[in-house]
């Protein structure tokens, strides 16, 4: 039996496992563990497959089980972790307004949670790519004479500042409300970075020179990253 069908048959049996516990077990906190982790299942099932077709139902599945404990089971400690669930599901799914949108729904609804640095870093990380995805379409025009070209890069560039602004805003929230958090300096020198991308100059020196002047900071070079791009 390979890897893959042994995974598959022990995930089986540990949901005929939870199903059971679910249906005999009356406290909220239980069921809400077997919800979240039949939700885990689901999902598991979905990344393992290698038919795209299949994942679909199985992502469904997973979005089902999670979406409902924080309505069903508010109170129990599982109502945000599968919060944050539902939002990666979507995201796996490519579903990238509803993921976001479910990110934006935990930070709102469970503020002082744990997962909210890890929230806060996938919403930056969210908006800077819609905003480099405007500025890669303007990339090979910008060399170009004519005036569509001209306009049409002048157009995708004014598309891509508010992205890369939100995105900035974002991190520097993050490095500011979670300044001993292990992802704190990263943020802070994205939070810089998209400052200098959305052309907020006086900002991006200001966030690089508080990432270069924080020795905490020293993890995989970020740092020096500020320094190069300061």
């Known amino acids: 039996m390979d890897q893959e069908s042994l995974a598959r048959r022990e995930m089986g049996q540990a949901r005929k496992l939870l199903l059971e516990a679910l249906a005999t077990?009356?406290?909220d906190e239980m069921r809400a563990h077997a919800e979240y982790l039949l939700g885990n299942l689901a999902q598991e099932y979905a990344d393992l497959s290698k038919n795209e077709e299949a994942k679909l139902p199985l992502y469904q599945d997973a979005l089902a089980r999670f979406s409902k404990i924080p309505t069903d089971y508010p109170d129990t400690?599982?109502?945000?972790?599968?919060q944050f669930k539902t939002a990666l599901v979507y995201e796996k799914?490519?579903?990238i307004e509803n993921s976001v949108e479910e990110y934006v729904k935990l930070a709102y609804k469970y503020p002082d949670d744990e997962l909210i640095p890890t929230v806060m870093?996938?919403?930056?990380?969210?908006?800077?790519?819609?905003?480099?995805?405007?500025?890669?379409?303007?990339d090979p025009?910008?060399?170009?004479?004519?005036?569509e070209s001209k306009a049409e890069v002048l157009r995708l560039d004014e598309l891509s500042?508010?992205?890369?602004?939100?995105?900035?805003?974002?991190?520097?929230?993050?490095?500011?409300?979670?300044?001993?958090?292990?992802?704190?300096?990263?943020?802070?020198l994205s939070a810089a970075q998209n400052y200098m991308r959305a052309h907020q100059y006086k900002q991006a020196i200001a966030?690089?020179?508080v990432v270069i002047n924080n020795e905490e900071y020293d993890g995989s070079d970020i740092r020096a990253q500020a320094l190069y791009w300061c």
Do not use: C, I, T, W
């Open 25 to 27: 077990h009356r406290d």
């Open 77 to 82: 400690e599982f109502a945000p972790k599968a």
């Open 93 to 95: 799914m490519g579903e």
């Open 121 to 138: 870093s996938r919403l930056g990380g969210y908006f800077k790519k819609k905003g480099m995805s405007y500025k890669k379409q303007a």
């Open 141 to 147: 025009l910008r060399e170009n004479e004519d005036v």
């Open 161 to 188: 500042y508010p992205e890369f602004l939100k995105a900035a805003m974002v991190y520097s929230k993050l490095q500011q409300r979670f300044p001993d958090n292990p992802l704190a300096g990263l943020a802070g």
């Open 207 to 209: 966030g690089f020179e």
